[in-house]
């Protein structure tokens, strides 16, 4: 310690920014001097998760470089501290937070008491979260919305969720004109949803489920995907309860239907019909849209590599 207080700031905080985010709290705890300097240095971390259990307790686990560094249950008011710790700086983030909740029907208000205790300790505190994830567990609309309006829409542009809970226009409404939905980029709901398409089309991919889709309901997303500007890699997957109507969508094109095939799928007829776009803002790239009939499959892919691009897409 005799060297290290001898190291200017700016020193000081070259090794705190390589150090993992264990090794940084302790430092915190060696004085005030330490804990300001720590504060003052941002952290960026791959991983974390919050897990409500049983017995008011709660899960919390980081994961940086690969490496857990946390990996303890405490009563939800030490995790809550602990994880407002980390936004303590508030150029901090968290790639990817996901939030579970395995025993959801013995505690059905868990997660949404967990999301209340956060936005009210973090007084109105803008989380820095790449991505937002609930992969188990129910959490209540207003609670979502509300979670999602804490997220700073600079960094914010990932929502993966299980069930999606907003089932009334008003919630709905106010999701949408929120600046974290408007910036957000990718979005998978597992659970069928009724909420019309185009709520969604702004986004560069998504995954949703619906019981049905009018014809022309696909073909928004198509001609939306063709016609405005997204990366390469960008995709689109719906997948149907009742079949879709293929004749009624190819109907809507406006180039020459022409079914070419790509990719291993035909072996069992999955796909009934492949057609290829071509993209008024890019030469090297095509926008191929697959169509079976439970499902509607668009991704923008490299003109030279289609099959291996669609591939890859398809694995994510």
């Known amino acids: 310690m005799e060297h290290w207080s001898k190291l200017p700031a700016i020193f000081q905080k070259d090794v705190i920014e390589n150090l993992d985010y264990k090794s940084r709290c302790r430092l915190r705890k060696c004085s005030k001097s330490e ?48 994880f407002l710790l980390i936004f303590k700086n508030r150029k901090s983030q ?55 309006k804490a997220m700073d829409s600079k960094t914010f542009d990932s929502l ?20 974290q939905w408007k910036t957000l980029k990718e979005l998978q709901i597992d659970e069928k949803i009724s909420v019309p398409i185009s709520n969604f089309l702004h986004l560069e991919s998504f995954r949703l489920s619906y019981y049905s889709m009018s014809s ?18 960008s995709f689109f997957e719906i997948y149907v309860i009742q079949d879709l109507s293929i004749a009624d969508v190819l109907s809507h094109l406006d180039v020459h239907v022409e079914n070419r095939p790509i990719g291993p799928e035909y072996v ?11 993209l008024s803002w890019s030469n090297e790239h095509l926008f191929v849209v697959k169509i079976g009939k439970r499902f509607l499959r668009g991704a923008i892919c490299r ?14």
């Not at 996901?98 to 109105?124: E, K, M, W």
């Not at 993966?160 to 600046?179: C, D, H, M, W, Y």
């Open 94 to 148: 968290v790639k990817q937070l996901t939030v579970d909740h395995y025993n959801f029907q013995r505690q059905p208000d868990a997660i949404n008491n967990l999301v209340s205790c956060l936005l009210v300790a973090g007084n109105n505190l803008k989380f820095k979260i790449l991505k937002l994830k609930f992969q188990y567990g129910e959490i209540g609309d207003k609670s979502l919305l509300d979670f999602i």
């Open 35 to 82: 804990k300001s300097l720590v504060d003052s240095c941002p952290v960026i971390l791959d991983s974390v998760n919050l897990e409500p259990r049983i017995g008011n307790q709660i899960y919390f686990s980081i994961e940086q470089n690969g490496i857990l560094l946390n990996d303890k249950a405490s009563e939800p008011k030490l995790v809550i501290q602990d």
């Open 268 to 278: 069992n007829n999955a796909v009934q019909h492949t057609q290829h776009f071509k």
């Open 303 to 316: 003109k030279d590599f289609l099959h291996e691009d669609y591939e890859k897409l398809e694995d994510l």
């Open 216 to 233: 022309s309901d696909a073909w928004k997303c198509i001609e939306k995907f063709r016609s405005a500007k997204r990366p390469a890699f």
């Open 160 to 179: 993966a969720i299980r069930s999606f809970p907003v089932k009334t226009q008003a919630v709905l409404n106010e999701l949408v004109v929120t600046g």
